[in-house]
């Protein structure tokens, strides 16, 4: 079947099996080989990418599914910008180190734009829940919830103390949170 | 202001955040163009013997060029490691029998992926099943044989020797012991297995995710009986490899045969469910603990005796378990230690080195030890570690495990996280919500710990040059696989050199450019390949300066590097100078050379856990972990605290959810990630790290090993802090992993 997919911008068409994965349309009829594919059960998020606007799992959507429709990988974020990342999250994750191995990077930043994009007041507790859906092996997603709070514009370490602040520890006498992730 | 121990983003990161890394699938390499997909046909079955395989169905499908089995193949099975029985060798595919599910019976080659899925559906293979054995218990006992050759399934054995002493404890006052299991853990790196190879004449190029790739052309070349030189082994991209990646895997080496049997490129990239049985598996220890002591708290006996499952074919998990009681007495000054391991086959995923390997296995039973032992003359753990600790006055201090720690300062990391985690308070908050009969109880766990890094490879090579443009390229025998050494090590040659981080190139896992290497494991890299490189450029400067002096015609005492210009100058001669680029331009400004440390490090620390556990549900909510971690000078604290970060919540995985799990039948229960308990950010909390810095006297720099620290002490610290918030109800144990149901178990038992 013939499918015509807008990918980062760009009109991308190919003939594929009706069975074919957006992920393998992705990476195998365009050529973009950022988003990988880590799982078979749609539970790492590594091929998250933004179709029409929405997060979703690349490899659980069908190419036909996403004909006429628009595709935003994580090329397509720093496109013109010359190999630097400058979009606020690819910058966030690079200067927070909310990354190591980078496999499940791609998926993770595209879920976080989604993230940031549905909800402008995010803290510690809903950037967690809202990466529940993509698994980092590397970084213990310490960094990468610092990263997107701020790329979200907040202050990772206020959102971390208030967290600790807000748990039942905080009536333990002698009980003080440490400068989290100094 | 020296670079050294600043906080410098990685150089790595803006390719990776913007086109995304180039991982063994990704690659673009115009040598691979055409090449064929592999897809392998894996045993259904964990015990049986193949009565027939039928390929013509298969063969007829669309797009299948081949399908191979094990009756094609001229290489002769492997002994996968070297110090095993060596009766149990390993097919490349399996031909009269299997030993678990997921070992490749046949190779289907299609010309697209898509093509070889369905027909290695179509391949029929006639099975006759045998006697499952799961249980390395059970298979100690030998009563159902894997390899009837060998006349046991025990692969290798330490300290069986002599008999153990009946009356090693008898001068004791208190006597605790415990059976405990150290569970099989799945490494699950996000990039699952992927190799791809090409021959061009007699020459083979091999690309594969790996964490060293001399160690895997040397295998490849083994395996495949050819001469070393004749292979290379090219690491693009690694998407994580947490030990299962050391080496090579004998799938691997089937794609190199099978690229020249075809005489085309071949590729393969496995699926996550095939990672998850056909991929190594780590920890998988079965362990008894004694130890005895005073009524005081002074522990002066300790035996460990550990059965280590291997799965179907031995690997480095044979190896494991003498890590394993080498780390026996852990942070501890005990007079009398006694060990003794055995490695036995089992008809499941062979287990082979994962984050740690070995030394988090060591740890967690000493720590579960010193909590038993504290329980039972009823004091409190951390003032009972703290007791027993090695004194800083006794390094270097030679182990009844018979190691030598080069340096350590352990009461002063119990004592700063202790601090940090406020412990007296958490201790009352405690008293306070048993006294309430609180639902949500509060436990504090306090782990201690020390890991051998480097272990068993001291040496690695570097090499750095510079460039007539000013630039410099640093090689190196180390491997990264997301630690950043691409920033560190160009952070090394910077400080040395003057020159600008922008302008150095740091290349790595390529055996053509680097013959000789150890790869990235055991956390070595920093003490082994990052010494080298501080070295190589040191050596580097004076070379220039030799050069300079002729030029100069100045004494090479009298020069010096002007950092700021990365030029050669004359002391006290204001603009007489040349520059590092202006001397490569005229003659090739390289140097070689080698670093060898002679002996490993011993990192040490102490965690804290907080958790809160619902006594109703069995849930566990880690509520804080506090992470003393001291690895000596930090050469970049960004890269070193997401190695933290990382150990740190796989530690707590292991403790409260990762388990693989077979059905006796030898059936994976835990093949997906759908069903494998891979935390994700909503199960765990942000982390606490203290500094502490102890450098060893083993390399110039101080440096020691970071990358499995934070998982070796969160494991014990997160497992005693459940037991702990339970331990009022009567609960002294309950093994990995604490998943609400097993707590909720272990608290319904406790009521009755």
């Not at chain 2, 009756?71 to 678990?100: C, E, H, Q, S």
């Not at chain 2, 399934?153 to 006597?175: I, R, W």
Request: net charge negative; proline share 5%.
């Amino acid at each position: 079947m013939k499918v015509e997919i807008t990918v980062n911008g760009e009109r991308t068409s190919a003939d594929v099996e009706p069975r074919q994965l957006l992920a393998h349309y992705l990476r195998d009829s365009v050529g973009l080989k950022a988003t990988n594919i880590g799982c078979d059960t749609t539970s790492c998020g590594a091929c998250t990418v933004l179709l029409d606007g929405e997060a979703v799992k690349s490899c659980t959507v069908l190419s036909v599914q996403a004909d006429q429709q628009a595709v935003t990988t994580m090329e397509g974020l720093d496109g013109a910008s010359d190999g630097r990342p400058e979009h606020p999250v690819t910058k966030a994750f690079h200067a927070e180190h909310g990354l190591q191995c980078g496999f499940c990077t791609p998926g993770m930043v595209m879920s976080a734009v989604s993230l940031i994009s549905h909800d402008s007041d995010l803290d510690e507790r809903k950037v967690r829940e809202g990466l529940e859906g993509n698994l980092c092996r590397c970084t213990g997603y310490h960094n990468i919830v610092r990263a997107v709070l701020v790329a979200a514009g907040k202050d990772p370490d206020a959102e971390q103390k208030s967290e600790a602040e807000s748990d039942a520890l905080r009536t333990a006498p002698g009980f003080s949170r440490g400068e989290a992730g100094a | 202001m020296s670079i050294l121990g600043t906080r410098v983003v990685r150089t790595e990161d803006p390719v990776f955040l913007t086109r995304g890394a180039t991982y063994t699938d990704d690659l673009t390499d115009e040598r691979l163009t055409g090449a064929l997909h592999l897809t392998l046909v894996r045993s259904p079955l964990a015990h049986a013997t193949i009565s027939s395989i039928d390929t013509a169905a298969a063969l007829d499908a669309p797009g299948v060029v081949a399908v191979v089995t094990g009756a094609d193949l001229d290489i002769a099975p492997a002994l996968l490691f070297p110090g095993a029985n060596k009766a149990m060798t390993r097919p490349f595919l399996a031909t009269d029998r299997v030993r678990f599910v997921g070992e490749p019976v046949a190779a289907v080659l299609t010309d697209e992926f898509y093509q070889g899925e369905d027909a290695a559906e179509l391949v029929d293979v006639e099975y006759e099943p045998l006697p499952v054995v799961i249980d390395p218990l059970a298979a100690a006992d030998d009563e159902t044989l894997l390899f009837p050759e060998a006349g046991t399934n025990t692969a290798a054995a330490y300290g069986h020797d002599s008999e153990p002493d009946a009356d090693f404890f008898s001068g004791c006052e208190v006597v605790v012991t415990r059976d405990l299991v150290n569970q099989r853990l799945a490494a699950a790196p996000l990039e699952t297995r992927a190799a791809s190879a090409f021959w061009e004449g007699d020459h083979l190029t091999v690309y594969m995710s790996n964490q060293n790739a001399q160690g895997g052309r040397d295998e490849v070349a083994g395996w495949l009986g050819l001469d070393k030189d004749k292979v290379r082994v090219i690491l693009p991209d690694v998407g994580g490899g947490f030990g299962a990646k050391i080496g090579s895997d004998p799938e691997f080496a089937l794609v190199a045969w099978l690229a020249r049997q075809q005489g085309r490129p071949v590729r393969w990239n496995e699926s996550r469910s095939e990672n998850m049985t056909g991929m190594v598996q780590g920890r998988a220890q079965r362990q008894t603990i004694t130890i005895g002591g005073t009524r005081a708290g002074k522990v002066t006996h300790y035996r460990l005796d550990v059965v280590q499952d291997l799965g179907a074919y031995p690997r480095l998990g044979t190896f494991l378990p003498m890590f394993t009681r080498m780390m026996a007495p852990g942070t501890y000054d005990i007079e009398n230690v006694d060990s003794r391991a055995r490695a036995v086959v089992t008809n499941t995923t062979s287990i082979a080195a994962y984050r740690g390997a070995g030394r988090p296995e060591a740890t967690a039973a000493i720590e579960r030890a010193m909590d038993l032992f504290a329980a039972e003359i009823g004091k409190d753990p951390a003032e009972v570690r703290k007791l027993n600790v090695v004194a800083p006055e006794k390094f270097p201090f030679t182990t009844k495990g018979g190691v030598e720690y080069d340096s350590g300062e352990f009461a002063k990391a119990i004592d700063l996280a202790l601090a940090e985690s406020g412990y007296e308070g958490l201790r009352a908050e405690q008293k306070a919500r048993r006294e309430r009969g609180d639902v949500r109880q509060l436990g504090i766990g306090v782990s201690s710990y020390v890991e051998i890094t480097g272990g068993g490879a001291f040496a690695e090579d570097a090499s750095a040059q510079v460039h007539e443009d000013g630039t410099v390229t640093v090689l190196t025998g180390t491997s990264p696989h997301g630690q950043g050494h691409a920033t560190a090590w160009a952070m090394l040659a910077s400080e040395q050199l003057g020159i600008g981080l922008d302008k150095i190139t740091v290349k790595h896992g390529d055996t053509d450019l680097v013959p000789r290497g150890g790869g990235t494991m055991g956390s070595r890299s920093l003490q082994t390949g990052g010494v080298a490189v501080h070295q190589a450029s040191g050596e580097l400067v004076d070379l220039a300066k030799q050069r300079a002096a002729d030029l100069l015609e100045a004494s090479v005492d009298d020069l010096e590097l002007d950092p700021e210009n990365a030029a050669i100058t004359v002391a006290g001669v204001p603009g007489k100078s040349v520059t590092l680029a202006e001397l490569a331009s005229r003659e090739e400004l390289k140097v070689e050379t080698t670093w060898d440390g002679k002996k490993p490090t011993f990192p040490f620390g102490a965690h804290v856990c907080v958790v809160e556990v619902d006594t109703e549900s069995g849930k566990v909510t880690v509520e804080r972990i506090v992470a003393v971690d001291d690895a000596g000078p930090i050469l970049n604290p960004l890269l070193c605290d997401g190695q933290r970060h990382g150990g740190i919540a796989q530690g707590i995985a292991q403790a409260l959810l990762e388990e693989v799990m077979y059905d006796e039948e030898g059936q994976p229960l835990t093949g997906t990630f759908a069903d494998y308990g891979i935390p994700s950010a909503a199960e765990l909390p942000s982390f606490d790290l203290v500094e502490m810095t102890t450098p060893t006297p083993v390399n110039p720099m101080g440096y020691k090993g970071i990358g499995e620290a934070g998982t070796i002490g969160s494991t014990p610290a997160t497992q005693s802090a459940v037991i702990d918030a339970l331990s009022h109800l009567g609960i002294t144990h309950i093994d990995m992993p604490l998943t609400p149901m097993r707590v909720w178990e272990a608290i319904s038992e406790a009521g009755k």
